[in-house]
C-alpha cells in the first residue's frame, strides 16, 4: 500500500520567514495530495491540494508543488503569522472508487511573534 | 452549508456501557468516514461507507459498529470500550469515495474510565 513520509516533524520560525515542510510517497499511482491544517483541539481542514496533472497551485501565502518523477511534494507558507501555528498533515490517495487518503505523521509548525 | 456535524463533543464512557456516536452532513456527499486520532498523530481510518454501504473496514474491533441510515447521516454504536479506545473520533465526507476533498467534523473526544 501507500506509504508518506513527511519532514520535519516540528518547524519553528519566526513571524515573517517562510516555512517548507515536504512529503514524499511511494505508490507511483497517486494522484491527488491534499494538505490539512490542524489547530489545537480542532478539526483537521483542508487548505490547499494539487493533483497529478499540475505541478504547482498558489491560494495567497500558502502553495504547494509537486514532482511527480522524484514521488514528492511540498507546502510552502510565506509571510507567516503566528495564528499559522500549528500541525499540518499531508496525505495521498490514487485514481480509483475504493481509495482512500494515506496521512503523513504531522508537522508541528510553531510561529514566533 | 460545509459543515459537518458531530454530537455529542465530549462522551465518557464505563467499559461496560453502550453508546453511540452521530454525525450529518448536508452537502451532498455519497462517502462518509469514521476516523481515530490519539494525540499527535494523524487521523487513522476506522470505516468508510460509499453510498450508504460499507465500502472499508480497516480490521476495527466488533466493539465499534457503523451504521448508515441514510445518505446524511453516519452513527458509530460503542459497546464494552478498553481504556485505549480513548481519543478523538472525527467524521469526515466526501462527494464520493475516492481521491476527492475530505470534509471533517470537530470529533467527538471520548474517554472510557
Known amino acids: 500500500g501507500e506509504n508518506v513520509e513527511q519532514h520535519p516533524s516540528t518547524l519553528s520560525v519566526q513571524e515573517g520567514d517562510s516555512a517548507v515542510i515536504k512529503c514524499t510517497y511511494s505508490d507511483s499511482a497517486s494522484n491527488y495530495f491534499p494538505w490539512y491544517k490542524q489547530e489545537l483541539g480542532k478539526r483537521p481542514q483542508l487548505i490547499i491540494d494539487i493533483r497529478s496533472n499540475v505541478g504547482e497551485k498558489k491560494d495567497q501565502r500558502i502553495a504547494v508543488t509537486l514532482n511527480k518523477t522524484a514521488k514528492h511534494f511540498s507546502l510552502h507558507i510565506t509571510e507567516t503569522q503566528p495564528e499559522d501555528s500549528a500541525v499540518y498533515f499531508c496525505a495521498a490517495s490514487i485514481e480509483s472508487g475504493y481509495s482512500t487518503l494515506t496521512f503523513g505523521k504531522g508537522t508541528m509548525l510553531l510561529v514566533s511573534p | ?113
Open chain 2, 1 to 113: 452549508d460545509t459543515e459537518v456535524t458531530q454530537t455529542p463533543k465530549h462522551l465518557v464512557m464505563g467499559m461496560t456501557n453502550k453508546k453511540s456516536l452521530k454525525c450529518e452532513q448536508h452537502m451532498g456527499h455519497r462517502a462518509m468516514y469514521w476516523y481515530k486520532q490519539k494525540a499527535k498523530k494523524p487521523p487513522e481510518l476506522m470505516f468508510v461507507y460509499s453510498y450508504e454501504k460499507l465500502s472499508i473496514n480497516e480490521s476495527v474491533p466488533s466493539r465499534f459498529s457503523p451504521e448508515c441510515p441514510n445518505s446524511s447521516l453516519l452513527n458509530l454504536h460503542l459497546h464494552a470500550l478498553q481504556p485505549e479506545d480513548s481519543a478523538l473520533y472525527l467524521c469526515a465526507s466526501s462527494l464520493t469515495q475516492g481521491n476527492q476533498p475530505q470534509h471533517f467534523g470537530d470529533g467527538t473526544r471520548l474517554s472510557i474510565l
